[in-house]
């Protein structure tokens, strides 16, 4: 089971180190609200992902190969998720000086996962790819999951971190519009190719 740690560790850290909703949510977070504001929502995301990962190992990914029209269910409702946030986003008008409004929580990260098609992509993978045989499913899973958390963790916190410091820069209104236009508009192209 060691030797398949590092693949099932790279495999994490490509899924969760590149662009999705998840990251681009945290960015606009991190840039809006602070890291501090945005920690709730960035362990909800973990949570959901570490819980999605379990349930997906332990059987849920069987009911997408034989009813695979779940699938694109899914991908059409995360996607209409996805132009909703991409419309609040675009459309948040936070003041340079008194950050008004509240960041996602804890809860909105862990439930999103659930239509986050970039989520369930991962889980599935995981699960058909990473399970480690000859060990009961339930301890392989919860390696799955754990791994995923452990190298996940630290990767999106980087994409709150990167939102904290251009924040920095968001110093007039006009520039916070900007830029919570543009976040908006990437989450809108995610939604777009994942219909696609």
Not at 9 to 25: I, K
Not at 39 to 49: F, Q, R, S
Request: aromatic share 10%; charged share 10%; hydrophobic share 55%.
């Amino acid at each position: 089971m060691i030797e398949g740690l590092m693949p099932l560790a790279t495999y994490c850290a490509l899924m969760s180190g590149t662009p999705g909703p998840n990251n681009v949510m945290l960015a606009a977070s991190g840039a809006n609200f602070g890291y501090r504001r945005t920690l709730p929502y960035l362990l909800g995301i973990n949570a959901g992902v570490f819980g999605l990962t379990l349930v997906v190992c332990l059987g849920l990914g069987a009911v997408f190969t034989r009813y695979p029209q779940v699938h694109g269910v899914l991908k059409i409702v995360g996607a209409l998720y996805l132009v909703y946030l991409s419309w609040k986003l675009a459309g948040a008008r936070l003041a340079a000086t008194a950050k008004v409004g509240q960041p996602l929580s804890f809860v909105n990260g862990a439930t999103f996962q659930l239509v986050n098609p970039k989520s369930w992509m991962k889980a599935a993978t995981l699960a058909s790819v990473f399970m480690p045989a000859g060990v009961h499913p339930a301890l392989g899973a919860l390696t799955v999951a754990t791994v995923g958390l452990a190298v996940g963790f630290p990767l999106i916190s980087v994409w709150a971190m990167f939102g904290v410091a251009i924040g920095r820069v968001l110093d007039t209104p006009r520039r916070v519009r900007l830029f919570n236009a543009a976040m908006g508009l990437g989450l809108l192209a995610l939604a777009i190719s994942l219909l696609l």
